[in-house]
């Protein structure tokens, strides 16, 4: 029986393959989390169980895709970024998009009892979306991450302040919401100090800036690199030798994969890592 | 800190809304199983428990996400089908593939221990990449879902026949694919008869066939309804009222989801089950 | 000099084939024809010379592409449809609407000294702009056209009597635009009749209903063929012989194209021309 | 009569908009010109009227289209670039091709006459089809240009060459064909050179490195601007006041728009006119 009767319907695939040279993130969400977190009680305002199983998940996606240079990660969301040179899967956005969300995913549900030993999954399990977007200079995918991050202050500020009020302060979630509304940073810093003797700059840094998973190398003194312009001006399609890209996957494949909770919006983040951008692996440190 | 210097990075993202009134197939493939399945030792030419696991993540797919009307699977692979009236996530496309990979893979994952009881996962875990593709008629879907199950066919005769020339034959890989080589279907059958005894009709319906997945109501006589014509006719965008959303609703969740191995490329299949091409649910069964 | 170094830059370019086995319209709008109508001093409510200018030139167009089936016209947009089956320029979105762009564009600036013989053409030139979408059923793209024309029939009634009040009335154009001020279209045919003695019903059927461009056949008795079913239900991908489709090519440059002013909203119109739906050429009238 | 029955149908539009920040080229080619180039007896190898047609029609259209900052045209093809930070139509692809492709269209069709006195046009009219592509980078812009320069360049030399074998040394097109298989440049010069005393490099400006479209202002002293770096790295939505938008609008109206042949493939054609890339105006030069 020949299938070629039916074959006709390949016809009907549309490529979706991103413009080249150009920065791509993949940015998957939690579907449903709110419900999902209070089914396995969640602590508030931040499960560290939670954050460390996303940030295990992450790490273990990054170690399955060498051609992910860096990830944010906060709260329920991650943030995937492939280098503009990036090849894989000739750029497909639904092979990119569906690849990492089912690798995350994987990993989501089979570390789950590791962080959290005492509640075994059940149905309905977690489960995330993702989509793929494209930055045309590092400009805008900085902007892209600097965004993620500020989100993730604003939200743990006003998420700490509010859960404080409750908590703390006794109150209901519509008092704390009515206590915290119009207030500013500075206000909800004060709130916290007067009335709870928090100090909100004391608070765990994988709150506060969130998680960035990256290869590690040898730190590179600020300003003998200016990777940002560097990286906008690679001279375009570059061929390097086969050898030249094995050495490359070799040096990739030995760094270690590293969740650290870091200012990224800064220039000192990437000045110091010129690897992330220039997509050229860095010396891998000596074992300490 | 107000975060409106950066969130004109939103506007890089692009809208990937599927064209409206046509049927949405969404698949998914295993990636790299055959190298997944040699380190588990996966049953050559077919993994009964394999199988009936990617059935049991189909299901639980389909039990989430009510917008599927049918599914079908055979190897590493399922087709999930969304009704041409769909309105789920507005049809964007990343969402709904990212929903269904993560899906599946999570129940995948979860569920392994239940059909692999001996040998628990280990990194590199199993995962699907997956793509949405819009068929405009009844025509085209059916001929996608005939293109698939006939795949199938061709597939697992030749595996059967091959995986007997070395099984009990006592050829190596090579020697099977050389016999093999330009054979038709009859060849096989007539080798896997004449020298093995095997009469592939009696192979099981979920090698030969695949599996569809489908909630079940009660059979119509064929010729009382004319499906594919009415299913391609719907006056479009009628709106029915909420009590009746609601109704189909419950109905929907009422029915019970039954994976089988049918002929899905004769009429017959879909002329008793009005309801997967109408988006109308069917009578519920009565409990046997 | 080899141009090697450079062509990467073609990989650059992204594919915009519309869905196979849907209904392309082409539409095409006057680029800020309200100032341009004033530059040519065009009569209101309709100037003929203008309307006919647009339907010499839409007939123009679809003498040089064979491939559109129908076309519809009305004040100065232009809508000209691709059969489902039509695989000019593979699909491509930007082709087929540059190509529809740019013949208009030439024949309605050659043309307009028949038409306008006493004004001849400046800077800033005509233009025009376009779009493709896709309709994937029958009854999808009829709704599309019957829009057209319920919206011609609506700004037609309107402005008719809304230049009746100023022409005839002696309004200014805001006393004019007060006095229709929500009023129903029984409320604009009894001003124009109680006050201007004017049967709205008399005015001509260009301005009343457009213009339809289509390739004249004989035409068929109502009942013995059911377009919109067949139409809908082509057996896919249909591989006709070379000689069919020659001879269907001959038989359709020997039509001849007609500009008509006729409801396209209910069934005659299109029952009547079965060629219009079903892409098959009908029989070609004897001269008179 | 209302229409909202058949409005639902607008909801098959699908949005086109071009990625933000990248540089929009839009290219229109003649179609089936080498026909339209025989029925109107074009001049072997380069036709100056047909060109100056080309560049008249190619200088309306920059007129029209502020947003436009440069164009490259040779032969039947013209190259239109947008400013990465464009706006114009929302950067929606369909509008963007179809006004420059029918703007060109239109003066092609008007000036006719001013270039070719002797030879009114006759049906089938000239046309064009147009296509939009995204560079993300300067260095991607300036290749694409230097593609087609140097394009411009082969081309010209072969049929310089071609045209004077036939022209000059009697040969038919199949011997001139035969001749040039296989040469290089050099080959190419030395047969001009020494079987028709040509010296290429004499031929004219216009014909060996096409036309370039631009706006003049003063000339910048080379080193005194990096363009290229200041191009990428404009900080990204800078909002400008509505008074520098206004004043720049201005400046831009009041610029010349030349057509000159230059060497646009090396950086010094860019840095002394760093408004190309910049999309600054810079200042309009006294009249001499």
Not at 39 to 50: G, L, S, T, V
Not at 162 to 175: F, K
Not at 180 to 193: P, S, V
Request: proline share 5%; with cysteine.
């Amino acid at each position: 029986m020949a299938n070629s009767k039916f074959e006709y319907v390949k016809q009907f695939e549309q490529p979706d393959n991103l413009l080249p040279n150009t920065w791509i993130v993949v940015r998957i969400d939690g579907r449903g989390f709110t419900k999902f977190a209070n089914k396995y009680a969640f602590e508030k305002p931040n499960d560290k169980r939670a954050l460390e199983l996303m940030n295990a998940a992450a790490r273990a996606v990054m170690g399955e895709v060498q051609d992910i240079t860096v990830a944010y990660g906060v709260s329920d969301e991650y943030s995937f970024v492939f280098h503009k040179t990036c090849s894989l899967f000739e750029r497909r956005a639904s092979k990119l998009v569906s690849t990492i969300v089912s690798t995350f995913t994987a990993y989501y549900v089979h570390y789950w009892s590791t962080y959290f030993t005492d509640t075994p999954l059940s149905a309905p399990l977690p489960s995330f979306d993702g989509r793929a977007v494209c930055y045309p200079t590092v400009q805008n995918l900085r902007d892209y991450m600097s965004w993620r991050q500020v989100d993730c202050h604003i939200n743990n500020l006003y998420n700490t302040t509010h859960w404080a009020l409750i908590q703390l302060g006794g109150m209901d979630g519509t008092e704390a919401e009515m206590t915290l509304k119009g207030t500013y940073a500075a206000d909800k810093n004060e709130i916290l100090f007067s009335k709870f003797s928090i100090n909100y700059n004391n608070e765990p840094e994988m709150y506060k800036k969130g998680s960035v998973v990256f290869r590690d190398y040898e730190l590179v003194e600020p300003g003998t690199h200016n990777t940002s312009i560097d990286a906008d001006h690679l001279a375009e399609p570059v061929q390097q030798s086969k050898t030249q890209t094995e050495n490359d996957r070799k040096r990739r494949a030995k760094a270690r994969i590293v969740v650290e909770h870091l200012d990224i919006i800064k220039d000192d983040f990437w000045n110091r890592r010129p690897w992330l951008l220039s997509n050229k692996p860095g010396r891998v440190p000596k074992e300490p």
